[in-house]
């Protein structure tokens, strides 16, 4: 089975462009989780989707951040305009909460994002 | 706030020997459940070991066991005859039931491991 598939896998960008990360998460799992990872602040959440809908987006850090899940098997994390403190690794994650509560997310394999 | 601790931010582990690596958690639920990912330098997670709190028995997968102690909130992942391959960043993780009873998990920073020959 094709597990999450994250693109690009890296990106490199000047500051003030706009980076646009997309991820297809595992066919039939129906919860799709945003990561950002970096060596101060370890592994935060921005945000996650139940069935396409935002659920919590408490961690998307300000309103240069935005997420969309159109359909089931995509999803976008859109920075306009990009900074140098975003550079990080991108995870996203998948579920399949209906399959019952114990069930762990399953991870792409992440996008590095370096902005000059 | 709901937090995971892990109290060790380097550890290292002659090959073949056994090393454990602690985790502490603190949650007001009664029902979660808790993870060990392993982030090898290729970077990807791996989920290692799961464990359901109502489970008194403590999971076991292969190398790869926990101490559940759940009246200490602490969940530490045990690997027995290490390999090199073992060598990765090591993850703990809890589950959080929000109000509109969707889980999402809440993460430790991290414990480096490394393996001598």
């Known amino acids: 089975d094709a597990g999450v598939i994250q693109s690009p896998r890296h990106e490199v960008t000047e500051m003030g462009q706009e980076v646009t990360l997309r991820c297809k998460p595992i066919s039939g799992h129906n919860s799709l989780f945003w990561y950002r990872q970096t060596m101060m602040r370890g592994l935060e959440l921005l945000i996650y989707?139940?069935?396409?809908?935002?659920?919590?987006d408490s961690g998307m850090p300000e309103d240069r951040f935005s997420a969309k899940m159109p359909n089931a098997s995509f999803s976008t994390l859109k920075i306009q305009p990009s900074e140098p403190r975003d550079s990080a690794v991108y995870f996203c994650?998948?579920?399949?909460?209906?399959?019952?509560?114990?069930?762990?997310?399953?991870f792409g394999d992440g996008t590095r994002l370096s902005i000059l | 706030a709901q937090t995971v601790t892990q109290s060790q931010p380097e550890m290292s582990v002659q090959e073949a020997e056994t090393v454990t690596l602690s985790c502490t958690y603190d949650t007001s639920e009664s029902d979660y459940y808790l993870f060990w990912y392993k982030q090898p330098p290729s970077r990807q997670m791996i989920l290692v070991i799961r464990q359901e709190a109502y489970k008194q028995q403590n999971a076991t997968e292969n190398r790869f066991s926990v101490n559940f102690q759940k009246a200490a909130k602490s969940f530490s992942l045990k690997i027995s005859d290490s390999q090199l391959g073992d060598a990765a960043m090591y993850f703990c993780?809890?589950?959080?039931?929000?109000?509109?009873?969707?889980?999402?998990?809440?993460w430790g920073l991290g414990t480096s491991l490394a393996v001598n020959p």
């Open positions: 993780a809890s589950t959080l039931l929000n109000a509109g009873n969707n889980r999402k998990l809440i």
């Open positions: 994650a998948s579920r399949d909460q209906g399959a019952g509560r114990n069930q762990p997310q399953h």
């Open positions: 989707f139940n069935n396409n809908v935002p659920i919590d």
